[in-house]
């Protein structure tokens, strides 16, 4: 069956690292495009980083605001996505979330994705 699972999350200073992963399964991976989104409290879901699939080329996009901060990667053997983001600030804490979409080249736009994982928590504080 389709799902998508996260994982990685935590509290971590402004300035510090995290790698948020999800793991795909029950999907042609190599037809999927995955995404990343994040929704702060009071605050609307917004698009984070979202990669094509592989047989579209592997696409990135990211919102501004981490741009040169975080990176989206796709490890084909492992069906695994990743978010590594750096330099976090206390206006990244949110849930993130990863999401799914079997649309050619989402290009990230978020009612195209219609399988979405479950949630974890990113906390940046002093």
């Known amino acids: 069956q389709l799902q998508l699972v996260e994982s990685g999350g935590g509290l971590v200073q402004p300035g510090g690292s995290l790698r948020l992963s999800c793991a795909v399964s029950g999907f042609s991976f190599d037809y999927t495009d995955i995404g990343w989104f994040r929704q702060a409290p009071g605050k609307e879901r917004q698009g984070v980083s979202c990669?094509?699939?592989?047989?579209?080329?592997?696409?990135?996009n990211y919102v501004d605001s981490v741009k040169g901060r975080f990176t989206i990667s796709r490890d084909n053997a492992k069906n695994t996505v990743y978010l590594q983001m750096n330099s976090l600030k206390p206006e990244d804490t949110a849930v993130y979330f990863c999401a799914a979409s079997t649309y050619y080249r989402s290009n990230c736009v978020m009612s195209k994705f219609k399988y979405w994982g479950q949630g974890t928590q990113v906390t940046v504080s002093s």
């Open positions: 990669i094509s699939s592989g047989r579209s080329g592997g696409v990135i």
